[in-house]
Structures are given as C-alpha cells and as structure tokens.
C-alpha cells in the first residue's frame, strides 16, 4: 500500500488538464473535415492557437488576457474580409465559426464558456456537410461527434471521474442510441425538393472537369485526376472500346490558340441525324461538374429521360450535344439511347460549313503551307485525311502528358518542332490542317474508354478518361470521327490512359498488374463501389425514392402530414424498442427497501425529506427532533427493524419482517 504513494503511481494530468486536453481535441477533430476548402491562412492560425491551448494547459499557465485576445480577433477578422470581401455568406460566414471556436478555447473563464465551445462545435460539424457528403466525411463527423459527447460527459462528473476508455465507451453508447431513430428520420421525415445543403450561387464551387474552351495543355492536367466523372450501367454487353467515345462539347471557333463554343448553334432539326444498326441504352449517374453539359455514348437518339425532371429540362442541338436547362450543381441520373452507326447532317448548310473553315489569319504560316502541299498532292478528301494520319505514324510524334510549352504559333512548334503533345494538341492541329485544306472541321471534347467496376457493375469514366478528337464534314457521309490520336497511340483508345502514358506517382500505384488486377486496384474498386451505393441510397434519396419506400410499404398517395405522423409513430416505436432492454436490466429493488422508499416517501411529506447521504440509523435521529411523539414510537420501530434486517444479522424470513414494517408505516399517521 505504501508504493501506491509513491510519484510512479500518482496521475500524470489533473483532472482539469485531462478534461481540457480531450476538449481540445475533440475540437481538433471537428476542424478537420474543414481544413480542405477553408483557406490555408485559416488552418495555419486555427492549429497554431490549437497548439498555444495545449500548452497553456499542459504547463498550467494562465489564459491570455483580452488585451492579447483582442488584436488576435481583429486581425482575423480583418482577414476574413479581405479574403471573402464580406462577412455574410456560406464561405466568410463558415470561416468565422472556425476562427470563433479556437479562440474561445482560450477564454474559457466559466463553465458557460465551456458548453459554448461544445455546442459551436456541434454546429460547425454540421455545417461541414455544406461541402462534401461523402462517406468519408460522415465517418470523420461521427468520430468527431463521439469526442465532443465524450467531452461533455467528462464536464459533468463530480467526484471520482471513470477512465478515458470507459467515457468513451459511454460517449459511444449515447451515439449508438441515436442512430435508429436517425435511420427512421432519414427514411420517413418528409423530403424537400432539391439538395439539402446547397445554397444559391454555389453551382460553381469546388467543381472539376470539362469546359467549354480548349488549350493546349487543358486536357493533359484535367487527366491527372482520377475522380469520377460518371458511371455508366448499360442494358446490354458493354461496347468494344473502339466506340466508347463519349460525347460532350463541341468546339467550332478557334482563336488562334483557344477552341471554343458556337453558342449560336440552334436545336436539332428533323432528319438532321440518320441512324442505323442496334442502339446502346445507357443508365448514367453523372457527378456534378458546375457546367450544363451531359454526356452519352456517340451519338445520342435523342432527349435523356432524367430522373425526376421533365423531358423539357434539357435538349439535344444540331451539334448533337446534350446540354442541361441549368448548370449541374448535384448528382443526376438519366437513361439515354445512342447509335454508333449514324450519318449526321449530311445536307449542312452553307454557314455551318463556313464556320468549320474558318482560321485566323497570321497564325501558324508552316502548318498552312502544309496543307496547301497536300491539298495540291490529293484532290480526294479521304487520302488527305490518311496522308496527315500516315504522317502523326511516321513521324517522331510522340503521345506524353509533359508537352514543352508552345509560342503564339502553336501548331508550327508542335508538328515541325517538338512533336510531343496530348489528345488537345493533335486534335487541334489536325483540324486546321483540314480547314487549311478546305476541309471543314471542329473539334469534340468529351471522355474515350473508362473501365468496368467487376464489384457493383458499373462502367467507370473518370477525368483520367477526359479525351479530345476531330469530326470532318465529307460529302455524302456527314460529319465523320477522326481521332488523330489513335495514329500516333493506338493503345490509349484500345485500351487506357495508363497503357499509353506511364503515370507517376501513387497514380501509377493503382494499375501495377499488366491487366490492371493489382491489389490497390481491386481496393479502389471496393471503395468506388461502396460510394456509388452510398450516393445512391443515400445522397440521392429524394421525394421520389421516399415516395416508392411508402409505396412497396403499402402507404399509396400520402401526403406531408401523413408522412410525419408515421415517422412520429415509427420513431416511437424504435425508441420503445430500445428502451425495453434498458429497463430489463437496471437494477432490481428488493420488498424490503420498496416499503423503506416508501417511508422515506411519507416523512418527506410530513415533516422532512432523507437526504441522499442519509442512512436509517442518521435519518432517525434528525426525525426524534421534527416528528411528534405520538407517530415517533411508530417511526422508531420502523427504521430500527429495517436497519436491523437490511444491515443485521436477523434471521427471520424478509417476507414476514416486510409485513411488519407495512404493519409499523400503517401506523405513522
């Protein structure tokens, strides 16, 4: 007992240090789903006042006074305005609560400011949800959320405090309680139309992927990622790689280095697209991109039927792009049919065959020139068109991701210098050579290839897949594919990027197999799949997904109010649920201290109430002083019996001594 004493076996921490050291992380935990769209200014100042905390509280300093704090909370707030030019709105408004809450650690004079911290880090977990709802980011809020409950509970001890592992434990518990009543709020509280967290203005925040200008290095750095654009589930057997091209923008008007839109090109006209051959049914769930282009297999039958939108919410132009009433600001799912064998406006008029020649004058004098040689050497239109592809074969050309950077003539530097390039710089050079060679052409932009998820069965494109190529307007045949690309890398349609263009980097981690069957690979197929059904189920359970669960339940044509008494009746019935086994476990009072409760019941309305540190024998004497004499005898022999019985040695039955005391509480009137 004497080693007990001793330093080794004294707490390292007090209580209020170990207490306020847990606080500080669980407030730690709740930034960090914050630090990856909040400025970097932001994290760097809130983990440098984290760490100031922490050492305050280690070295049992005091807390700084406000003549420190002020100036700190005026130059971040003088921060927050020159970054976000206000301080009103979902970004400036989001960075002041994270600035708020770690400097309220360090004015934490009272325990007002204690719950103030824990309750504005419950609030700011939420508002992380205002920019990524991923699964990733539910696990790090529940984990956040469990140190924060744990926190509180530690506050709230008086006396001996239990060890961290079983606060943690309890903190769990108290979460693991609220998620069935979560699960029947989220299936059953009525559902408003459109994203939960989104916010007006915030289409264009934080999205990747194509856009509607092409320049020579556009495409190669969108590729470096691996996000997914879009999963496509066909009907039928996926097509052979040669026709996965999936169709995006189109890109008439060039500026001398900059391709970019005809926004003048009006909507589809009869008998503008002739098709032929089997169609390809695409069921397509499409990442929001912030832009309103869709995308479908080349080229689309007409309208895609959108989920929960009317046929009228988008449109198919002449230029055979899908393009969206509105900017894509949340996930869409939509079914749409393609032909790969098509004959597309084979009668153009005569403008949109002017708009495919044009060129700029003054730019690029050596590709001009060499087209006007093999425009003067083939007169037929499909030689040309395989005398520039056999040229990208025989040529050094070759296909990398690291291009050199090109001057104001970036064509002559890339096919008469340089000679490396992307899909951008192929496409775009092959096309004016073919308008030089008064042959018209335009440029499409959109994704070539994607790979099949072997775990849920969907075909994944990612950004990685992001691909450019020609079209040419021939005589008689319409506007035809040609992908220059595939001249000079024939595996990167074939096959993938990862054949063509070695990848650096955990990149090319992920496809170390020669078949693309390594474990990194079946990994991230495992993750992949596991966020599309989360996105699924989900992210996108909507009205209509809530409307089918109530339908297969047997509840037809409900409305609002309906809707939130079953959730009312339901989450009861969960909650009974729960506490049925709560109560079959607590612990069970015996006869004898039932009829002394009772007791203790009656003298706290006659007289005075038993104090909880109170026992019968300390009760009783502070009674002989209150109660009169003509109950006290009856009292007396009460608690003596119940002492005697409860804390003795009596051997008489517990039944029969319990009568006698109802007998003896019968009598203390």
Known sequence: ?????????????????????????????????????????????????????GWLTLNGKRLPPSLVLLPIALLMMGGVFLTHKTFF????????????????????????DLFVVIFLGFFLLLTSFFYQQTIGTAFVTMLALCFLLTAQLSFHYTGVVPPLKQRLKLGASILGLAIPVTVIAFLLFPRIQGPLWGLPGDAQTGRTGLSGSMAPGN?????????????VLFSQAVPQKSLLYWRGVVMTDFDGRTWSQDERMGPLSKNH??????????EIILEPNGQNWMFALDVTAGQPQIEGAPITSSLVNAQMEIRNARNISQRMRYTVDSYPAYRLETNASRNTLLAALQLPEGYNPRTVAFANKLRATY????????????????????????????????????????????CEHYSSAFVILMRAAKIPARVVTGYQGGAMNTVDDYFEIRQSDAHAWAEVWLEGQGWVRVDPTAAVAPERVMQSLNYAVPR????????????????????????????????????????????????????????????????????????????????????????????????????ARKTAARDMHEGPHAYLQRLRAVLPATEMASAERFLLLYAATRYGKISEPEALVVRRLKTLLAECR
């Not at 750095?221 to 654009?229: C, H, N, R, T, Y």
């Open 1 to 53: 007992m004497k080693s007990m004493q001793s330093p080794w076996f004294r707490p390292i921490l007090s209580r209020d240090k170990s207490d306020t050291l847990l606080l500080i992380f669980a407030c730690f935990c709740v930034l960090l789903p914050h630090a990856t769209h909040i400025k970097w200014w932001v994290s760097l100042a809130s983990a440098l006042l984290l760490i100031w905390r």
């Open 89 to 112: 709105g979902r970004e400036a408004g989001v960075t002041m609560l994270v600035l708020l809450l770690t400097c309220k650690l360090l004015e934490m004079h009272a325990k007002r």
């Open 219 to 231: 495409i190669s750095e969108l590729v470096l990622s691996e996000d997914i654009a879009f999963r």
């Open 273 to 282: 697209v002739v098709f032929s051959g089997n169609k390809i049914r695409q």
């Open 379 to 422: 007169q037929d239109n499909q030689q040309l068109i395989g005398a520039v592809l056999n040229h990208f074969r025989r040529e050094a050309f070759s296909y990398t991701l690291e291009p050199s950077r090109l001057g104001v003539h970036s064509v002559d530097e890339f096919l008469f210098d340089t000679k490396a390039g992307f």
């Open 504 to 603: 650096r980097g955990l990149a090319g981690l992920v496809n170390l197999g020669p078949t693309g069957t390594s474990l990194l690979n079946v990994a991230r197929m495992q993750w992949d799949a596991i966020n599309n059904s989360w996105n699924q189920w989900v992210l996108n359970y909507n009205q209509s997904s809530q409307k089918s669960l109530l339908n297969s339940l047997g509840f037809l044509e409900v409305d609002w109010a309906q809707i939130t008494l079953l959730f009312f009746i339901a989450a009861s019935l969960v909650i009974g649920m729960m506490a049925l086994p709560l109560m079959r476990d607590r612990q069970r009072i015996s006869a004898l201290d039932k009829v002394y409760f009772s007791f203790c019941r009656k003298m």
